[in-house]
C-alpha cells in the first residue's frame, strides 16, 4: 500500500492509502475511455479535372457529400495537367459548380487558391441546427 496525495490544493492536503499500481491503472482506463469517445475530423480529398464532364462530377459531390454526412472535411482539387494551366478559368468554374451543389450540406472552409499547378479549396460540413 501506497500514501497518495489526491487533492495538494485543499487546507490540509488531501491523502489517501491505496495501491499505486491499481490507482494508476484506473486512471489510465478513464483516459483511454475518454480517447475513445472522441472522434477525429477528418480531410478527404477529392480530385477533380478541368476537363470533367458533368455526370462525372455530379458523381464526385455525391461522394462529397458522403463525408460531409460522416463528419469529415473535404478538400476539392482541380489538377491541371501539362498546358490546361493557361486556362485557369476553366477550373475556376469547375470548382465555382461543385461548390454550389453542395449548398446547404457544406461551407467553404478557405477561399480557392492556386497551389502550382492545382487550385485547391477546402470546405467544411454545416452545422446542424
Partial sequence: MDLV????QADPPV?????FKKFKYEEDKKERKIKQKTKEIET????LSPTIDDH?????MNRAKEFFEEGN?????IKFAGREIVHPEIGWSILEKAT???DGIGEKDSEPRLVGKNLVVGLKPCKKH
Fill in 5 to 8: 496525495e489526491v487533492s495538494g
Fill in 15 to 19: 491523502v489517501k492509502i491505496i495501491d
Fill in 44 to 47: 478527404k480529398e477529392i480530385w
Fill in 56 to 60: 462525372d462530377l455530379e458523381i464526385r
Fill in 73 to 77: 472535411r473535404v478538400q476539392l482539387t
Fill in 100 to 102: 454550389s451543389m453542395l
